[in-house]
């Protein structure tokens, strides 16, 4: 059977699951000629946004609301919306780690473009949680600046990655993160510093926050470094020799086991399970655990595939993979 994600998603918010949009009185307000409406300034699409145009994996169908933030105050106006109209929503950055339904997500995608970047000081850096993560690294570390030279190359953006406390070589998100800016789904906007929270693999605080609307800024505080360029110039030239970065991917399918000394993806390996396909979805010939979407995969053949790899892995090796991605289930 398709497997359903239980953990909290790789996005930016804890979406709102009580109430499905068309089993709501407002269902009708719109036209149903109409394709967009204007509300407190933003505009909001409806049934005519693609979302495999938003995700990495280049997989699902329509959301029946969607609309764009491009600072706070917008993504709290576009939380205020859905609650009023009893949406359910989802907030998303880069669509990395995400799988949507070819049935699309009857509910609201909100789109997080906030992306500015300050430097307060020599080595504080305060930035949008849309801004892409990849790019933040690079910034740093051409600056002189270490912490986030295993950023090269990671799709996603901050807030995203601060959700998930991404890492690699060694290094975490939340080794830099000096405090982050959060909305609540009251619409509050909270600081919360890097004391208050923790972190662990692949997790953080924010992920059981049951009051979490959004990240909205992060604040970094890195350490300067004369080596930092040159260290994120190997990290970069392994990842582009140990994984299928010109493919549509979303990065890590499965969370390394905690508490085996073997990763997910050798486990997937051993399993002989490279280059299995279901459709148009398969296991990477070059790293077992990122699956790709070779051309016209649909959201069924990628579940398939994800359900298929974890039973094989538990029958051969008596482990259960966890999932990194996130499914959002059409309803």
């Not at 690079?138 to 406390?165: D, H, K, R």
């Not at 930092?228 to 392994?238: F, G, H, N, P, V």
């Not at 020799?241 to 499965?254: K, W």
Request: with cysteine; glycine share 10%.
């Amino acid at each position: 059977m398709p497997f359903s994600i239980t953990h909290t998603p790789h996005v930016l918010l804890q979406p709102v699951r009580n109430t499905s949009p068309l089993a709501c009185s407002h269902a009708n307000s719109f036209n149903k000629k109409e394709q967009t409406q204007n509300w407190n300034g933003l505009k909001f699409i409806r049934r005519n946004k693609l979302l495999k145009d938003l995700s990495t994996w280049g997989i699902g169908g329509p959301c029946n609301y969607f609309v764009q933030v491009f600072d706070q105050s917008q993504l709290v106006s576009a939380i205020r919306y859905c609650h009023e109209h009893s949406v359910r929503y989802v907030v998303i950055g880069k669509g990395s780690n995400c799988l949507f339904d070819d049935l699309g997500f009857d509910g609201c995608v909100i789109l997080n473009r906030i992306e500015f970047l300050e430097r307060k000081e020599s080595g504080i850096y305060r930035v949008g949680s849309g801004f892409r993560f990849n790019s933040l690294g690079m910034q740093c570390c051409t600056e002189g600046f270490t912490g986030l030279e295993f950023a090269a190359g990671i799709p996603g953006t901050v807030g995203g990655a601060v959700y998930m406390n991404a890492g690699a070589s060694g290094q975490e998100t939340a080794g830099v993160i000096d405090s982050v800016d959060i909305v609540t789904l009251g619409g509050k906007l909270q600081r919360v510093t890097r004391n208050d929270l923790k972190f662990g693999y692949r997790s953080s605080s924010f992920q059981d926050m049951k009051d979490l609307a959004a990240i909205v800024a992060v604040t970094f505080q890195l350490p300067e470094s004369t080596s930092a360029r040159r260290k994120q110039r190997e990290y970069l030239e392994r990842r582009r020799m140990t994984q299928p970065l010109g493919e549509r991917t979303a990065g890590s399918v499965f969370r390394n086991p905690s508490d085996k000394e073997v990763a997910a993806a050798e486990l997937i390996e051993r399993a002989g399970l490279k280059g299995f396909r279901v459709g148009g979805a398969m296991v990477s010939n070059i790293h077992a655990n990122f699956f790709v979407n070779t051309g016209g995969s649909t959201s069924r053949d990628m579940l398939n595939l994800i359900a298929f790899v974890k039973e094989k892995v538990d029958q051969k090796f008596g482990v259960q993979l966890k999932e990194e991605v996130q499914y959002f289930h059409p309803q």
